[in-house]
């Protein structure tokens, strides 16, 4: 039985630490856009080690008026990032930002059939839709991490996995719906957010993977404490784990009061870890966002159009 | 005339009498404002309570006194706007009870339907403040029951119930602190005072005129004249819109048997083949029938209508050329586009932008009214009506509306309705972003929106009309006056530092998060921006937003959440 490498992709907002550290590699979304003041073309690679633009720099280019325009996975950076492990006479485990996002996903099942079956006929790339991204999509990720960890074969680890991949909870909150409009990503009708003024909606990532607006708070402030009760609304056995703080450049205040909020409500938590918001998702919402990430109950609202 | 007995009749005559004085009298009880700003409303509230009962006892020649009065009563719950012309509603409707079955009364059975008044009254209104017209009214029934024995005749009873009134009103002052500061009597019980005083002249043969002021003021409500671009309809062009066709037709005696004139055979005309009407309103109140319909032909239309009865008015509009369809119209083209649904929303809003802002939130439908235009009872039951959904959710937008609304909402049947506290518009605003139906759970729904309008914080600001002072603040005429929560707070002649000490005022403004300004309709474009500059630099950590309200009399409305 051949080994197996936990690959997943730009939405998972893992951290170069996190990843050498659980040994997953990730596969590369591609970022896009006309610079308001050079004029230029520029695209770049979605990269999570931030090492073209830093975090601050890139939510800059947003602030600026920059429409970034994202883009999935393409076949060649498959190739290449499979390829690696494919060479080594390893399996692929890859973990797909949801295909309600993303359709990466149906990229690589169709190179799985088509292309790799037939270059290693004694390998295998299986793909799970993790239904989520931003560190929803990490944890899921760490989830096959650990099971390989105790042992588990490519197959049982992506039977877990689609069993329990909507219990990893995402909920968070953007500091404008300027960005969100722009991109029109969020599945809410019309009325819901209107033109409303400092209203913030509270974003979950549902049944289907789709982001649903479930609910909405007035103030930026009364955001991020409803990110923190709903956490602990949802959260199960928070002892044996980590709680992710995801930050799109945000405050320093915002991160530490959400951050003291939840460990207010939730001190159990082993600890609470901030990680930078990833540059797909992060721009469509833009500059600002702030999510927890953590497992919990099982999602099973589905968000309407 | 000495009554010593009150018949149905007469006491449609001295009611209507009542009316008539309050009518004449209608704009001095509008300018007992406490606060100097020109939207005093109470008599206009009140006349139109009052004229609604009346109107609807005009054809009503029932000499039996419970008759007249049952109908008079509901008139006037139906018509009830405004604080006090709903505390007068609940006043007539205890009245009218202790009429209930009686052909004519005595001065002392009349006396005690008056204390039967008095209870209705007080029970209507959840908590009863004394230096209002409560206060007028139950002291002089008090009086006026003191002062009559077996003999008294009615007039006996009015003169004493006047004389007490009187000194009652005088007496507001004494009673409420917010009065005396400012110098005024209670606007409701002034009002009270002058339908008793129209009264005490019918029976001293004293004769008041119906007022021309009535139709004015009817007319003056609806839209204003509009110019209408001709170019819209050139001489190339074909008809295919039609024709919009009102008209009031009053049913002739010498060619239908009105009593059994069923306005089904009007419709089914007007839908009919020759015609082939839509958009079709047709109504029937006795011999009245007012109908509104597009078709492409209107003069057969009329030609037709005239087999029952003769026009009073018609009107006919090319609607290419129209761009603001009549209200009934625009209204009926909704309701056709409705389907049924769980929750629906009406809100009572003033101004052209907040109601489209409101339109945008999802509001189903918006009554036109606020601080100087309160809306009926009728009004909100028309709203209801209107809607085809299992809950409604109301949101007033003044105090002075709630009681109206919940009115309504007791008197309507055809879905639950649930009248949720907003007395503001800013209230109201920050109460309607926040409209969300997802949870399906109405009593997260009406906590959620209660929670909402708690956390509000209503500025307003306008113009003082005059030199006064009011809750402490010592106001020059022509100062921009800063109102916060209701009470007069600060007063400058720069607009913006009265906005900048108004949100200094709110005791928690360090945890405020967001500021929406509502602009007014006479606040300059350019100063705008500057307003909003104003508040960016005053208080950094505040999520400043404005929109356009259109709203007259106040400059700016401000919620701070």
Known sequence: MNKFAIITDSTSDLTPEIRKARDIDYARMMVSWTDVKDKKDHEIFASLDWEVYSQHEYFNLLRDGNRLITSQVTEQEFDRVFGIYLEKGMDVLYISCSSALSASVHLAERLAKEKYSKKYPNQRVVCVDSLIACFGEGLVALAAADLRDQGKTIDETAAWLNEHKLEYNQIATVETLDYLKRAGRVKASKAFFGNIFGVKPMLISDAVGNNFAFEKQKGRRNALIR??????????????????????????????????????????????????????????????????????????????? | MILKKLTGQQFKELTTYGARNLRANFEEVDNLNVFPVPDGDTGTNMCRTIENGVNTIANNSSEVIGDVGKELSSGMLLGARGNSGVILSQIYRGICKGLKGKEEVSAKELASAYELGVKQAYGAVVTPVEGTILTVFREATEAAVKAINDDSTINDFYEAHLKQAIKSLAQTKELLPVLKEADVIDSGGAGYVYIVKGICKFLNGEKIEASSIESEVASSEGSAPIAIDFSAFGPDDVITFGYCTEFILRLQNSKVDIEHFDIKTIIDILEGDIIKGDSIVALQDESIVKVHVHTKDPGKVLDMMRQFGEFLTIKVENMSLQHNESISDEDLAKKRNRQHVKYAVVAVAQGNGIKEQFEAFGVDYVIGGGQTMNPSTEDFIHAFKELDADNIIVFPNNKNIVMAAKQAAKLYKGAHIEVIMSTSIPQCYSALTMLDFTSDDLTLILGNFNEAIRNVDTG???????????????????????????????????????????????????????????????????????????????FPQLEVGAIDGGQSVYDLLIAVE
């Open chain 2, 460 to 538: 307003e600001i306008t113009k003082s009309i005059r030199n006064t002072k009011v809750h402490g603040v010592i106001i020059m005429k022509g100062d921009y006056i800063g109102i916060l929560n209701g009470k007069i707070v600060t007063a400058n002649k720069n607009r913006n530092i009265v906005l900048t000490n108004l949100l200094k005022k709110i005791k928690n403004i360090k945890d405020k998060q967001v500021v929406t300004l509502i602009y007014g309709k006479d606040i300059k474009e350019t100063d705008k921006p500057k307003t909003v500059e104003t508040l960016n630099k005053k």
């Open chain 1, 227 to 305: 990110i923190a009760t709903f956490v602990k609304e949802n959260v199960i056995n928070p002892e044996e784990q980590v709680c992710y703080v995801s930050q799109a450049d945000a405050s320093q205040e915002d991160v530490k009061l959400l951050v003291d909020k939840i460990k207010e409500l939730v001190p159990q938590f082993k600890a609470i870890e901030i990680i930078p918001f990833g540059p797909i998702i992060g721009a469509t919402t833009g500059p600002g966002t702030m999510g927890a990430f953590f497992r919990g109950k099982k999602v099973t609202v589905v968000g309407d159009n």
